[in-house]
């Protein structure tokens, strides 16, 4: 089991940048691997991102390949999604997702909102 915690969300203008952050409680948060999803207004949920355990795979959305990095710091417990030159269509709230494998998602935070003005 494990319980996860984001923050980081907020308003933005398009081109601006945000940081989300995943803090995930637990001694076996280092062998999950860890999501990012998000869901707009209206639309189904996207899966935005993925990192296995050791960070050695990995997974993006196509709209957000180049913009998005995902990275990991196990000694922390923690998950971040920096987001880079940000899109309006890329306001929704955002999950971190903890599971068994890049497509195996078991546990889930809260979400947190983000907001990208034009």
């Known amino acids: 089991q494990v319980q996860l915690v984001e923050s980081g969300g907020g308003l933005v203008q398009a081109g601006g940048s945000l940081r989300l952050s995943c803090v995930g409680s637990g001694r076996t948060f280092s062998t999950y691997a860890m999501g990012w999803f998000r869901r707009a207004p209206g639309k189904e949920q996207e899966y935005v991102a993925g990192l296995t355990w050791n960070g050695a795979n990995s997974y993006y959305l196509d709209s957000v390949k180049g913009r998005f990095t995902f990275s990991r710091d196990n000694a922390k417990n923690t998950v971040y999604l920096q987001m880079n030159s940000l899109k309006p269509e890329d306001t929704a709230v955002y999950y971190c997702?903890?599971?068994?494998?890049?497509?195996?998602?078991?546990?889930w935070g809260q979400g947190t909102q983000v907001t990208v003005s034009s």
């Open positions: 997702a903890a599971g068994s494998s890049l497509y195996n998602y078991e546990f």
